[in-house]
């Protein structure tokens, strides 16, 4: 799909709100009454610069209404703060919670935006001790702080590392349980959960391994596994549509052949008991 000369978005998103909730979420809007998917997660969810997320064909493959509540570099954290969602959740006809990265989440070393949480908002006095020779008034984002605090020493980062992954088993047991039913949980990236996560190279989502997912599983009804490559839509703009400005963080995101792969095993999964009539 050709981006150049596009003078904004190339995609229109619908944004939409629904009841009290703060966030934007991918439209259309759709009622959250009745019978009804929720689907939660990040960026691959929300479906950057794609026309058709899987939330959409997973719609199309069951025939039921799923609620997109993707959000562009989400924790958990986003959703464990919002109680739009998490009410939705509780009376949805099942829950798809895809894995993120724990990196965007509020810990003993660092705090987050509770909406936008890839965004860093300050150090705690423990960050500060164990890397006392950096400026964290340079950091926006948590990304480029943890780059630059592996690369300062690889000691100290496990510190962090560690930290994150305990707070991610955290929040994610907390999550399910404020949702009340078991979810289906989705894992799509370019490694499996068994692949190497120590460093911030490793590949998303970030820092996350199978023993951490294990940790959940009795809140878990099934998980569903997708890796994808650059066979998948990675590294290339086919399928997608972005402004030029954005051509480079859409090459890194997974294409529609993964889409609809993750919407066709998604909905072999949601037959009941899983999905509740």
């Known amino acids: 799909?050709?981006?150049?000369?596009?003078?904004?978005?190339?995609?229109?998103?619908?944004?939409c709100r629904y009841g009290r909730s703060k966030l934007l979420f991918r439209g259309p809007?759709?009622?959250?009454?009745?019978?009804?998917?929720?689907?939660?997660?990040g960026s691959e969810t929300y479906g950057r610069y794609l026309a058709d997320p899987y939330p959409a064909l997973l719609q199309d493959e069951m025939g039921?209404?799923?609620?997109?509540?993707?959000c562009v570099n989400a924790g958990v954290d986003v959703f464990l703060n919002d109680e739009t969602?998490?009410?939705?959740?509780?009376r949805a006809s099942a829950v798809v919670v895809q894995v993120t990265g724990a990196q965007n989440l509020s810990n003993r070393f660092y705090t987050v935006h509770p909406r936008r949480n890839d965004r860093f908002l300050r150090a705690s006095?423990?960050?500060?001790?164990?890397f006392p020779e950096v400026d964290f008034t340079e950091f926006h984002f948590t990304g480029h702080m943890l780059v630059s605090l592996s690369q300062t020493s690889a000691a100290r980062f496990a510190l962090i590392r560690d930290e994150l992954r305990r707070v991610w088993?955290?929040?994610?047991?907390?999550?399910?349980?404020?949702?009340?039913?078991?979810?289906?949980?989705?894992?799509?990236?370019?490694?499996t959960p068994d692949d190497p996560a120590e460093t911030v190279d490793d590949g998303r989502p970030l820092f996350v391994t199978r023993d951490m997912i294990r940790a959940?599983?009795?809140?878990?009804?099934?998980?569903?596994e997708d890796r994808f490559d650059g066979r998948s839509g990675v590294g290339t703009l086919d399928?997608?549509?972005c402004a030029e400005t954005e051509a480079s963080a859409a090459l890194l995101m997974p294409g529609p052949a993964v889409h609809g792969r993750v919407a066709k095993r998604l909905g072999r999964v949601l037959r009941p008991p899983v999905i509740k009539r």
């Open 169 to 191: 088993v955290q929040r994610m047991n907390l999550l399910m349980a404020q949702i009340g039913q078991p979810v289906v949980l989705l894992w799509m990236s370019e490694r």
């Open 239 to 241: 399928g997608k549509f």
């Open 216 to 224: 959940l599983r009795g809140r878990i009804a099934a998980l569903v």
């Open 29 to 41: 809007a759709q009622r959250l009454s009745g019978e009804f998917i929720a689907v939660l997660g």
């Open 64 to 70: 039921l209404r799923t609620v997109n509540f993707g």
């Open 125 to 130: 006095p423990m960050m500060k001790a164990v």
């Open 85 to 90: 969602v998490l009410d939705a959740c509780r």
């Open 1 to 15: 799909m050709a981006y150049e000369n596009m003078p904004g978005p190339a995609l229109d998103y619908a944004p």
